[in-house]
């Protein structure tokens, strides 16, 4: 049996592949799915399903970096402000 999510992870990956740097824009997801849908059930048309993936697919690997940066800086922060007691 076919699930959604994964479906939704090979099309999202394609669209990354497809447009790189800049992604498709924020809410782009329905403009690259038209483009790069893979064959295959879909329950769900509304995003992909993976927070990291569709960061991508919005704003490209640019925009990815940029996200992971801001979690990792605000865990880094978390744990500081822990470590000190604050």
Do not use: Q
């Given at each position: ?16 592949a497809d ?10 997801f329905g ?29 490209g ?26």
């Open positions: 049996k076919e699930v959604t999510r994964p479906n939704l992870w090979r099309s999202s990956v394609a669209g990354i447009r790189p740097l800049l992604g498709w824009g924020p809410g782009g403009d690259m799915l038209a483009e790069h849908e893979v064959p295959g059930l879909y329950e769900s048309r509304a995003h992909s399903h993976n927070d990291f993936l569709m960061h991508a697919v919005n704003a690997l640019l925009g990815l970096a940029a996200a992971v940066w801001l979690l990792v800086a605000i865990v880094r922060a978390c744990w500081t402000g822990w470590r000190r007691g604050e």
